[in-house]
T-cell receptor, first 113, second 116 residues
Framework: EAQVTQNPRYLITVTGKKLTVTCSQN?????MSWYRQDPGLGLRQIYY???????DKGDVPEGYKVSRKEKRNFPLILESPSPNQTSLYFC????????????FGPGTRLTVT | AQTVTQSQPEMSVQEAETVTLSCTYD???????LFWYKQPPSRQMILVIR??????QNATENRFSVNFQKAAKSFSLKISDSQLGDTAMYFC?????????????FGKGTKLTVNP
């Protein structure tokens, strides 16, 4: 089954404790992206990757890191989480080229206390 | 920069009736894509319908159709014969056709409730 998976689905952590949210897709997609969703703000792009070893900032990259060492994986790293990073995070992937649909993962609910 | 505006934070409709969700956007691009995504309580993002700006014909998917007015930069979603399962957040989104990031720019969403 074609899918985007994220782990963990739920995470409660404390300020300053490094964490990684994993994202994996099995569709051989070139493009992957991270979004965060906050009430009243919709979804906003954090980082994206056009292919292996190619990443770039989205609209709200502060406090986040990413890497793309393999085509299927695109982890989101919070080196020192803060309460304002409490949010719902979505990973998405698509084939390269604007005509293709983005497939979203199930979301990760992160709470930073 | 592109912006997407959904002016209706919440709407409700009776089962079997028709409802229209509004979306306007701002861009200087001529070629782009527009989308409506549905987010039910499960939080999954589900693509409902998409429209290519270069196509004059409005997209339809079963009970879902759009009214795309390019000059007015308007992209409304009509849901016919509303069903209880249509209860969800609906997001309008924009993506330009060129220039690399292929990101979706989302509106803030409209919470739709279908009442029995």
């Amino acid at each position: 089954e074609a899918q985007v998976t994220q782990n963990p689905r739920y995470l409660i952590t404390v300020t300053g404790k490094k964490l990684t949210v994993t994202c994996s897709q099995n569709m051989n997609h070139e493009y992957m992206s991270w979004y965060r969703q906050d009430p009243g703000l919709g979804l906003r792009q954090i980082y994206y990757s056009m292919n292996v070893e190619v990443t770039d900032k989205g609209d709200v990259p502060e406090g986040y890191k990413v890497s793309r060492k393999e085509k299927r994986n695109f982890p989101l790293i919070l080196e020192s989480p803060s309460p304002n990073q409490t949010s719902l995070y979505f990973c998405a992937s698509k084939r390269g080229g604007a005509t293709y649909e983005q497939y979203f993962g199930p979301g990760t609910r992160l709470t930073v206390t | 920069a592109q912006t997407v505006t959904q002016s209706q934070p919440e709407m409700s409709v009776q089962e079997a009736e028709t409802v229209t969700l509004s979306c306007t956007y701002d861009t200087s691009e001529n070629n782009y894509y527009l989308f409506w995504y549905k987010q039910p309580p499960s939080r999954q993002m589900i693509l409902v319908i998409r429209q290519e700006a270069y196509k004059q014909q409005n997209a339809t998917e079963n009970r879902f159709s759009v009214n795309f007015q390019k000059a007015a930069k308007s992209f409304s979603l009509k849901i016919s014969d509303s069903q209880l399962g249509d209860t969800a957040m609906y997001f309008c989104a924009f993506m330009k056709m060129r220039g690399g990031s292929e990101k979706l720019v989302f509106g803030k969403g409209t919470k739709l409730t279908v009442n029995p």
